[in-house]
């Protein structure tokens, strides 16, 4: 996955440059953290939106034509967004965006699914106080998704109602980036933690080996969370799945950094 970062706003950098008061670590950031779907990118099982596909920027859904979410629909929805507050630097994680499925199995024999979507994320930081522009970073990261058939033995996940679906997302680990020579580090925390994937489940999925993502019972509604926290610190990642950075990607915010003047 290619991720892509918005520059500074030339406004925006001219402020950091003349923030330049004094030298020490920030204590405090304001946030703001933003993320929709992108219908353009969002492909079904037939191709592109169709009459049984819908693609909008905080649902994507399928099923039977003209049907109800959550009856003989399914979705992938986004809310919580967008999210904003205050974040202490090695302190405790605040909220950002949740990721819903509604997976139902009753979708007709017609029915397109989901196959692939992109989600366009925006990350904004300021230190709190500073009266600056927010920095604002964005990114792009995939979805892969497997409406799998439920059949008894075939499931590519071992699932307590065959089959669980299968979402495969591309992302970023814990990042870095530099602010007035001090380094930071940016992560989000996904509850259920994202898990590295089996081959057989990457497979399924359409997507190659060590792949990370979640699976999701059938005829149930699934809600992912992600927190955001800021660290003085890498992140000690007990396990590669259990910290994903939702692909924003920060290595691009170095240049969220104030220049000192000369």
Same mark, same amino acid.
């Given at each position: 996955?290619?991720?892509?970062f918005? $520059?500074?706003s030339?406004?925006?950098?001219?402020?950091?440059a003349?923030?330049?008061?004094?030298a020490?670590?920030v204590?405090?950031?304001d946030y703001?953290?933003?993320?929709?779907?992108?219908?353009?990118?969002t492909t079904?099982?037939?191709? =592109?939106?169709?009459?049984?596909?819908?693609?909008?920027?905080?649902?994507?859904?399928?099923?039977?034509? +003209?049907?109800t979410v959550?009856s003989? %629909?399914?979705?992938? *929805?986004?809310?919580?967004?967008p999210?904003?507050g205050?974040?202490?630097?090695d302190?405790?994680?605040?909220m950002?965006?949740t990721?819903?499925h509604?997976?139902?199995?009753?979708?007709?024999?017609?029915?397109?699914?989901? =196959?692939?979507?992109?989600?366009?994320? *925006?990350?904004?930081? %300021?230190p709190?106080?500073?009266g600056?522009?927010?920095?604002a970073?964005?990114? @792009?990261?995939?979805?892969?998704?497997?409406?799998?058939?439920?059949v008894?033995?075939?499931?590519?996940?071992?699932?307590?109602?065959?089959?669980d679906?299968?979402?495969v997302?591309?992302?970023?680990? @814990?990042?870095?980036?530099?602010?007035?020579?001090?380094?930071?580090?940016?992560?989000?925390?996904?509850?259920?933690?994202?898990?590295? &994937?089996?081959? *057989?489940?990457?497979?399924?999925a359409g997507?190659g080996?060590?792949?990370f +993502?979640?699976?999701?019972?059938e005829? $149930?509604t699934?809600?992912v969370n992600?927190?955001?926290v800021?660290?003085?610190?890498?992140?000690?990642?007990?396990?590669?799945?259990? &910290?994903a &950075?939702l +692909?924003? +990607?920060?290595?691009?915010?170095?240049a969220? =950094? %104030? =220049? $000192? *003047?000369?």
């Open positions: 996955m290619t991720t892509t918005a $520059k500074f030339l406004a925006a950098l001219a402020s950091v003349v923030f330049s008061a004094q020490a670590p204590a405090q950031w703001v953290v933003n993320s929709a779907f992108d219908p353009s990118m079904f099982t037939s191709g =592109r939106a169709t009459s049984n596909g819908l693609a909008g920027p905080l649902e994507i859904s399928w099923g039977v034509t +003209g049907g959550g003989n %629909r399914s979705a992938l *929805q986004i809310s919580n967004t999210s904003s205050v974040l202490v630097t302190g405790a994680s605040k950002a965006n990721y819903t509604v997976n139902n199995g009753n979708l007709g024999a017609n029915s397109v699914s989901l =196959r692939t979507t992109q989600i366009d994320a *925006q990350l904004q930081l %300021r709190t106080g500073s600056l522009p927010f920095g970073f964005t990114a @792009n990261y995939s979805i892969n998704f497997a409406e799998t058939p439920n008894a033995g075939t499931c590519a996940a071992i699932s307590a109602v065959p089959c679906d299968i979402f997302i591309s992302g970023s680990l @814990n990042e870095a980036f530099v602010y007035d020579g001090f380094q930071y580090f940016v992560s989000f925390f996904a509850a259920p933690s994202l898990t590295a &994937l089996t081959p *057989q489940v990457c497979a399924a997507v080996p060590n792949c +993502g979640f699976t999701t019972e005829f $149930k699934t809600n992600f927190n955001l800021i660290t003085s610190r890498a992140v000690e990642v007990p396990e590669p799945g259990s &910290l &950075l +692909g924003l +990607g920060l290595v691009g915010a170095a969220l =950094r %104030r =220049r $000192k *003047q000369a």
